[in-house]
Nanobody
Framework: QVQLVESGGGLVQAGGSLRLSCAAS????????MGWFRQAPGKEREFVAA????????DYGDSVKGRCTISRDNAKNTVYLQMNSLKPEDTAVYYC????????????????WGQGTQVTVSS
């Protein structure tokens, strides 16, 4: 069974940076797309970024484009989300997800989800 475990969330001041990690286990991830989503209270789950495990193609949500970088370490089965120039509106629970398909921004297309890590950005 595929398991995804996020880490790296926390409290940071506006303008600061955080790096989130997602450790994947229990499967072969060569054909996966790995994605990051976030959900703030009272809002829908929002696409943040995604990366193909093989080839490394990426996509980013408009709200984070230019401020976030998604990457992966194949040897460690870990995906990272480097977030810079954080804003209070980035405050949310951030989820890691895996999909058996090409990059997609649709959360319904992802097969596995982590439990999430809280990111809070103070003004």
């Amino acid at each position: 069974q595929v398991q995804l475990v996020e880490s790296g969330g926390g409290l940071v001041q506006a303008g600061g940076s955080l790096r989130l990690s997602c450790a994947a286990s229990g499967g072969t991830f060569n054909w996966f797309t790995m994605g990051w989503f976030r959900q703030a209270p009272g809002k829908e789950r929002e696409f943040v970024a995604a990366i193909r495990w093989i080839g490394g193609g990426t996509d980013y949500g408009d709200s984070v484009k230019g401020r976030c970088t998604i990457s992966r370490d194949n040897a460690k089965n870990t995906v990272y989300l480097q977030m810079n120039s954080l804003k209070p509106e980035d405050t949310a629970v951030y989820y890691c997800a895996a999909a058996f398909r090409k990059i997609t921004i649709n959360p319904a297309s992802y097969n596995y989800w982590g439990q999430g890590t809280q990111v809070t950005v103070s003004s």
